[in-house]
């Protein structure tokens, strides 16, 4: 007689946003590690693919590819070469529809291709987890919903260069802040407010219910190959 033992899988979830794939300024812009856009590409399929299983969630929060020679098959053949069960995707502003470079946008290449293990959120989305409400937006907001009763907002957009000031310091008549929300230079830190961008932390973070990993950014600390 066999006895199967069947071993439970413990799934994770994880945000992310800022890849930037096909970006090939961003490297210089952001100080990103990497020897070129080509070299960025691997080492990001990397870094995503060895903490995130494809029993896992991600929520990703805008600006997955950008660039005059990304298009629709190089967006849906990196797709396919990352980790995730269910990817949820709050739009970011390089996700949309480019006439110059006769791009459709991150929505309809998903939905034109079938793309079945992503699904596109609304702009701002709310999610109850582990006992918190996490508040996602592409855009750092200077308010949200339950911001003074314990709810996080993630963003992505300011490529790890909020400023670390109190926010009574900022000047909100400044030309950079407009509707709610700051340009990526000029962002105030708040507390319970993450830019969970790979420039921070280096690729997606891990999701908890203590905030453990989002309270340690590493940004690009680990040695690329």
Known sequence: MKLWLRQKI???TFVCSDTHFGHANIVRYCERPF???HHMGTELVRRWNEPVSN???VYFIGDFAMGPKVDEEFIVSVLSSLNFKTMYVVLGNHDQPNKKYKQKGLKRIVDDNSLDRIEI??????????GKKFVMCHYPMKDWDGKFHGSVHLHGHCHGRALSVPPETVDESHTQYANGVWAESTVPAIDNRYDIGVDMYGGPVELTGDLRFLNS???WHEKSN
């Open 10 to 12: 413990k799934m994770k």
């Open 55 to 57: 029993d896992d969630t």
């Open 217 to 219: 950014p590493k940004g």
């Open 35 to 37: 020897r070129d856009v």
């Open 121 to 130: 959120l609304p702009d701002i989305f709310e999610l109850a987890f582990k």
